[in-house]
């Protein structure tokens, strides 16, 4: 039988890496998010900030930027973003391959196309996402209503940008997905059990 | 006990009326589509397909386009879409009163608002409205693919226009939806209980 793959994309604040826990708890499924980061460095032989930096920006910092061009020439950013690209669909695909699972961000949905997963993109308004950044970390508190936004549409925008790389559908452009869940104003404990449900009757039907 | 509204909005050939449908029976809610039309057509002593285009269109055909404009001056057009909006408002507002219900179309989760209705879209690619489209509807059959393609988007935008007249909000923005559906390659009778669990779940959560 077939693993059952879940990817989450998420805006930033809106809750999606706790409800994807919170599902996978609730599914027995198995929940991959950062570690994919540093399981990705380890085999590219680069330190975690570079591949974060790629991953979340979608660029690729600190390799020369002067080099011969010829016909033939990979440039170093260039071949690290293809070795940036087979080291995730690799290590994405031994996820999908051990068992049932979770996986947020890093575009899964579209690395692992081929094992049908249940995509769902999850979102909230501004004023819900400020709402909870400051409830939930520490490191926001001394930042003003307006720092945080500007924080969050950043953040937007380099995930849009990651995602660009490997899509040709926009971030966040519903069409991507089979489920977008607004988590505004509702607590994700709540949620999950909601969508877990969902996910799971998903994978009990025919295509 | 606040009654329970669940409003859909839909692409056309997306399954949303059939979803609306089927979660009713399963809610054993009330079902509200097009008798919306009928009714308030008799309240405004106009003809079906006069309201139905301004429903659909967010057009008002018909009435001179001659008339004074002073400044206290309301044209006939003008006067129209008051009553329009004036007897969707009280027609909607009297089905949310009357008991839990699913109101498929006429921006009913703008128009509702005050009854914190469950607001769903729903989606699907357009291969899969053609398809749908060609096996459902007899009128279809002669229709070439892109015939059929442009009809479907043409009602889409005029579905848009219509839901631009009372909302800020672009029509199909996920941000003015609470759970957004894409249909695309699956039956509407699979999806429906699904969508109908999530529904009653949803309105056993405090806000």
Redesign the interface.
């Known amino acids: 039988m077939k693993n059952k793959i879940i990817t989450i994309s998420r805006e930033f604040g809106s809750g999606g890496r706790e409800l994807g826990k919170r599902m996978a708890d609730i599914l027995g499924y198995s929940y991959y998010d950062r570690e994919t980061v540093t399981e990705i460095a380890k085999r590219m032989k680069k330190d975690e900030t570079y591949v974060s930096t790629a991953f979340e920006k979608g660029v690729f910092l600190g390799v020369p930027i002067h080099y011969n061009q010829t016909l033939a020439y990979v440039s170093p950013q260039e071949q690290d973003k293809i070795d940036l690209f087979v080291e995730t669909k690799n290590l994405l695909t031994e996820f999908a391959e051990k068992g049932n699972c979770i996986i947020v961000g890093r575009a899964a949905g579209i690395f692992l196309h081929e094992y049908q997963p249940f995509n769902i ?1 999850v ?1 909230a ?1 501004m004023a819900h996402r400020v709402q909870r950044c400051l409830e939930r970390t520490h490191e926001y508190e001394t930042y003003t209503k307006e720092e945080l936004e500007d924080k969050i549409r950043r953040i937007d925008k380099d995930r849009a940008n990651y995602y660009g790389l490997v899509s040709k559908k926009p971030w ?1 452009d ?2 991507g ?6 988590t505004g ?3 994700i404990k ?2 999950a ?3 877990a ?2 996910a799971k ?2 994978f009990t ?1 025919p ?1």
Chains 1, 2 share one sequence.
Not at 177 to 182: D, V
């Open positions: 993109f979102y308004d966040g519903k069409s997905y089979h489920l977008c869940i607004n104003g509702r607590e709540q949620l059990p909601m969508v449900t969902y009757e998903w039907t295509l």
